[in-house]
């Protein structure tokens, strides 16, 4: 059984604020049970549109043995990580198509996707020739050092 809760518009507000005096692109809070987290969407034109992010109960460890799918892809023979922190972005812009879909042939050192980071675009190559077999990332999703981005069978 669920139970929604009703967002806080000032919590949102705030946290907005302190994204933009910050310049942060993203931010999360925690009380009790509940957490709220906010994300910048910046238009690669200069925009800026504030997006909450559902309120999401705090993360429930996992049972001891399991492994996450990302935690297998990053162990893959074809896998792409991330070689920074930063935004991932599928598309060099958002009315463009992305760089690469699941089934995709490309060769050594195309382009497959860009990583912001500093507000530097850094294009991210295939390290191989291949077949894009698993997309690990949504556009403009906030990844980490080593996180598994993409496999290239």
Known sequence: MSTKKKVDGDLIRQLAELLTENDLSEIEYEQDDQRTRVRVARSRGGGTTYIPAPATPAP??????????PAEAAN??????????????RAPDENTAPFVKIGDTVTEGQTVLIIEAM???????????GKVARILVEDAQPVEY????????
């Open 76 to 89: 893959h023979p074809g896998a792409i990580t991330s070689p920074m922190v930063g935004t991932a972005y």
């Open 146 to 153: 080593g996180e598994p981005l993409m496999i290239i069978e």
């Open 119 to 129: 507000k530097v675009m850094n294009y991210i190559p295939s390290p191989r020739a």
């Open 60 to 69: 429930v460890a996992s049972a001891p043995g399991t492994r996450s799918p």
